[in-house]
């Protein structure tokens, strides 16, 4: 079965850039889209169709792709942006979806 | 505003069964796909199950197929999941969740499953 492969934890100091990366065989052909999820809430869409911004969302949050990789940038991060960060895509069928693993984000 | 609520977790014995409901309301139901995501405890995301807009294709993670069915009805903006012979491993928060213009837009609170033995 399809997957996503994301790191276990990024952590940086406040105003650092952070980097969360994803790694997938079909993301050369299929988007990637980012989710936020804060201790106990629901997932909250950051970026969409790589690299597009959900009206609302910081413009400190931004998405890149090349190749395999994709890549949820956080520039300046801030302590309410600690959360665990999600990358979602679909196979080649685009029937089957996956979530990587998540990324912890800590901002210290 | 979209509304998304889960209904109908609970605590199961493995093999037993359990149907969730979610209501939908604040967008035309009818018009979008919809899915069901799980969260085991401290675990991260899992896709379950998507459905289209008039219930004509669904697909399923391996993991479920076979055992769970996504429905919905559009006359009751409703999105259902029938969960038989359950597992101590499908225990999870269970959320409903909307494709909207952009990607999963939309989401409920979750509702929790555990399956004991």
Redo the contacts between chains.
């Keep these: 079965?399809y997957e996503l492969t994301q790191p276990p934890s990024v952590s940086v100091s406040p105003g650092q850039t952070a980097r969360i990366t994803c790694s997938g065989d079909a993301l050369p052909k299929r988007y990637v889209?980012w989710?936020q999820?804060k201790s106990g809430q629901?997932?909250?869409?950051v970026i969409?169709?790589d690299n597009?911004r959900?009206s609302g969302i910081p413009e400190r949050f931004s998405g890149s792709t090349s190749g395999t990789m994709g890549t949820l940038t956080v520039s300046g991060a801030q302590a309410e942006d600690e959360a665990?960060y999600?990358c979602?895509s679909s196979d080649n069928t685009a029937?089957?979806?996956?979530?990587?693993?998540?990324t912890k984000l800590t901002v210290l | 505003e979209v509304q998304l609520v889960e209904s109908g977790g609970g605590l199961v014995q493995p093999g037993e069964s359990l149907r969730l409901s979610c209501a939908a309301s604040g967008l035309i139901f009818s018009h979008y796909w919809m899915?069901w995501?799980r969260q085991a405890p401290g675990k991260?995301?899992?896709?379950v199950a998507?459905i289209n807009q008039n219930g004509s294709?669904k697909?399923y993670?391996?993991s479920v197929k076979g055992r769970f069915t996504i429905s919905r009805d559009n006359a009751k903006n409703s999105l259902y999941l029938q969960m038989n012979s359950l597992r101590v491993e499908d225990t999870a928060v269970y959320?409903c969740a909307g494709y909207g213009d952009?990607?999963?837009?939309y989401?409920?609170?979750?509702t929790l499953v555990t399956a004991f033995s």
Excluded: I, M, R, T
């Design positions: 079965s889209y989710y999820q629901a997932p909250v869409l969409y169709e597009k959900p665990d999600y979602y029937n089957h979806w996956v979530f990587g693993g998540g | 899915s995501v991260g995301l899992e896709w998507n294709e697909y993670v391996d959320y952009l990607a999963l837009d989401w409920g609170q979750g």
